[in-house]
């Protein structure tokens, strides 16, 4: 098994699942990359199968997967033309099993605790990682405690409740309650798999193989993806740096993280060049699922974006609405506000000119928006009521 590495100071620790963190940094600690040649397998089906020497795995167990991965890359055609942009794609990580990206970290760092003999595990969510954590925790058979926000939409709440999960929705500061999680779960030995724990954080990584593979082993030019607490996009930079290591690429994309203004530490920190964020006091976003004011993987991500020659950028809610609305409208995919802010982003980057016609961009949808209808605004929909009697005439209207 890799070990486990802080890569700032560049010191490694066992690949305990109990201390993600490096004890003289405290920045997350990032499973260490392969120190041999890796390959894809690509007669193998299961994506964790096909990806498993990049992966700190030493064999797939297919009974705690519930069929995730292999998502399609759609070409959004109609947004293109309407607002003549350069060729856009989304990864659909909205067809995973429980309508989130969540899905890709939560099975292998299942995989990972049912292989040392681990009975209980938890997570720190606002929802999406809540659902998922509970499904897989099911499906291994596995004690499953899930903290939530207190303002967790009803239907990520009940998503989880209904897989047996034991939940607690906690008031108080979000950021505090991450790092609350892992105290109590090394104490009573619960493998609490957050936001930016290493066996996660490498679950991740095979969405970007897979982009790699369905761009028939190219590369975007660019890769606009929502950041919360940071670890998908880790682990998203961390697999084409993998893929460079293995000589299967000589550059990288442009990866385009995005925040909400209100919620956008990140951001903030990049836009002045700082390699360090701060903490912001409140995070209020219509994106919840983004709504991080202490991002614990934060310098991470801004260490790798400067590396990568990347961005993090903000965009306001009313942003966020549109794009949201565009997505469903024009290309038939209803995701969550925390997703619509990648295409969001591209409209701002467009309107700075910092696009060219002959780029090829990738959106990731991280998750479905059936998990929060309650931002939505029914007066911008086409809905109205007739009697069967009047029917004629409204279709005649509504079709005119």
């Excluded at 000589?250 to 919620?263: L, M, S």
Aim: contains cysteine; positive net charge.
């Amino acid at each position: 098994m890799r070990p486990l590495e802080c890569i700032f100071c560049k010191k490694t620790y066992p690949p305990d699942p109990f201390s993600p963190f490096c004890t003289r940094c405290q920045e997350p600690l990032l499973a260490a990359s392969p120190d041999t040649a890796c390959e894809i397998h690509s007669g193998r089906d299961h994506p964790l199968e096909k990806y498993i020497d990049f992966l700190p795995i030493n064999k797939f167990s297919p009974e705690f997967s519930l069929g995730e991965g292999n998502t399609p890359l759609l070409k959004l055609n109609r947004l293109k033309r309407k607002f003549i942009l350069p060729d856009l794609y989304a990864k659909n990580e909205m067809l995973n099993p429980t309508g989130s990206f969540k899905d890709r970290g939560t099975v292998l760092a299942v995989q990972r605790a049912v292989s040392l003999g681990i009975k209980k595990i938890g997570t720190v969510s606002t929802g999406n990682m809540a659902v998922s954590t509970g499904a897989y925790g099911a499906r291994a058979g596995l004690k499953t405690l899930v903290l939530v926000s207190e303002d967790v939409s009803d239907e990520k709440l009940y998503s989880a409740g209904i897989h047996g999960t034991f939940l607690i929705k906690v008031k108080g500061d979000y950021g505090a309650l991450f790092y609350k999680s892992l105290e109590i779960g090394k104490n009573k030995k619960i493998y609490f798999m957050n936001s930016v724990d290493p066996f996660r954080i490498e679950g991740y990584k095979v969405t970007a193989f897979e982009i790699f593979e369905q761009f028939n082993e190219k590369i975007p030019t660019h890769i606009f993806v929502p950041v919360s607490s940071g670890g998908h996009i880790i682990g998203l930079m961390k697999a084409f740096k993998e893929l460079k290591q293995n000589r299967m690429i000589d550059k990288f994309p442009v990866f385009i993280g995005i925040q909400p203004e209100k919620a956008s530490p990140i951001a903030r920190a990049f836009l002045k060049g700082d390699v360090k964020y701060k903490r912001i006091k409140k995070a209020e976003s219509l994106a919840q699922s983004i709504n991080n004011p202490a991002p614990p993987g934060g310098n991470i991500v801004l260490k790798m974006i400067y590396e990568l020659n990347g961005r993090v950028i903000h965009v306001t809610d009313k942003e966020i609405s549109k794009a949201q609305m565009l997505l469903a409208s024009y290309e038939g995919l209803f995701c969550l506000p925390a997703s619509a802010a990648s295409l969001a982003g591209v409209f701002r980057l467009k309107s700075e000119n910092k696009l060219n016609p002959s780029d090829r961009i990738v959106l990731i949808l991280t998750g479905s928006g059936i998990k929060n209808i309650k931002v939505l605004n029914p007066s911008e929909m086409k809905i109205t009521t007739t009697s069967l009697n009047k029917l004629d005439f409204a279709v005649s209207f509504a079709v005119k």
